[in-house]
């Protein structure tokens, strides 16, 4: 079985663009989340959503948004690129949302470059 | 204070080696505690969960949970090469159960 798939594996952009990070999570998973991962650090949560509908939302501007599709795919997109939003993005995707428990499976990630 | 602050590392190690990994978290009410490994290039991947306090072992990796001290461990026995990765503590929390992650530990095992 296909793994969750993140595309495109590396983008550059420079300040000011917008981008849209894509994601297909694992056949049958209903949730999708995004994180963001600085160089050096820990990943932290931007998004999780289930059945279509935002579940959860981390501390980013408004210049984050995203969204799922019907067959649970989803979108991440970033406004007005600044330098410290260069990071790998990464999607994750569960089963379901509501158990503490929950089992992640992230997939490779986006590695995005504001220049 | 932050909610999950791990040991920065990094740290290097020789192959056979005893290696100990080790967070602390500031909330109380947290209840779950999981450990991921990132290989360089590519998403975490679960190793171990823990439910409250504790040891859970899983061949040669150690998850202990202190709740008294609101620390977290990872042991690795018989480190291997193949080891050599980043290795986060991650604690579900919020509305969305979304993981907090540490800021991560990079191990180094040297044949």
């Known amino acids: 079985d296909a793994g969750v798939t993140q595309s495109p594996t590396h983008l550059i952009k420079t300040r000011g663009q917008q981008v849209t990070l894509r994601c297909s999570p694992i056949?049958?998973?209903?949730?999708v989340s995004w994180y963001q991962q600085v160089l050096g650090q820990g990943p932290q949560f931007i998004f999780q959503y289930y059945e279509k509908e935002e579940r959860g939302r981390g501390n980013f501007p408004d210049r984050f948004s995203a969204r799922q599709f019907p067959n649970y795919s989803s979108e991440l997109n970033v406004n007005a690129l600044l330098l410290g939003d260069s990071a790998l993005y990464l999607c994750?995707?569960?089963?379901?949302?509501?158990?503490?428990?929950?089992?992640?499976?992230f997939g490779s990630g986006t590695q995005l470059s504001v220049l | 204070q932050k909610e999950v602050e791990q040991d920065p590392g990094p740290l290097s190690v020789p192959e056979g080696a005893i290696v100990s990994l080790n967070c602390t978290y500031s909330n109380s009410a947290f209840q779950y505690f999981m450990w991921y490994r990132q290989y360089s290039r590519k998403g975490p991947e679960l190793l171990m969960y823990?439910?409250?306090?504790g040891n859970k072992e899983d061949g040669r990796f150690t998850a202990q949970v202190d709740k008294s001290s609101k620390y977290i461990s990872l042991f690795i026995r018989d480190s291997q090469p193949s080891d050599s990765a980043t290795y986060l503590c991650a604690i579900p929390s919020g509305s969305a159960r979304q993981l907090t992650f540490g800021s991560g530990t990079q191990l180094t095992v040297l044949p």
């Open positions: 056949s049958g998973h209903k949730s």
């Open positions: 823990t439910y409250s306090s």
């Open positions: 994750a995707s569960s089963l379901d949302f509501s158990a503490t428990n929950e089992k992640l499976f």
